[in-house]
């Protein structure tokens, strides 16, 4: 499975970036799709997940409100839309995907796919 971020950049605080993740070489529709992002010296943070249907979405409560994470299971990508962004959502996104599982999917090391990563800059 070959996952592919974009959608990254530079953006004044309260602005909008909408990133995507292109998953390709399996069915997209087996895997549940996650969102992390990872800021300089910290450890990599869950960010959003979505179900394999796209039926169920969880949010950090850093970003509960102003992220909305989606899937087009037709064209094998999934989204965040970023609004109102802060300063301290700088960070490197790596999106994720994984088959079921009973590991928690907020558990970066229960993930067996990632993309490259993107990077958010926003400035004060």
């Known amino acids: 499975v070959q996952l592919q971020a974009s959608g990254g950049g530079l953006v004044q605080a309260g602005g909008s970036l909408r990133l995507a993740c292109a998953v390709s070489?399996?069915?997209?529709?087996?895997?549940?799709m996650t969102w992390f992002s990872q800021a300089p010296e910290k450890a990599r943070e869950f960010v959003a997940t979505i179900t394999r249907s796209g039926d169920v979405t969880v949010y950090a409560d850093s970003v509960k409100g102003r992220f909305t994470i989606s899937r087009d299971n037709a064209k094998s990508t999934v989204y965040l839309q970023m609004n109102s962004l802060k300063p301290e959502d700088t960070a490197v996104y790596y999106c994720a995907a994984r088959q079921p599982s009973s590991s928690a999917y907020g558990e970066s090391r229960a993930y067996d796919y990632w993309g490259q990563g993107t990077q958010v800059t926003v400035s004060s």
């Open positions: 070489g399996r069915t997209f529709s087996n895997y549940r």
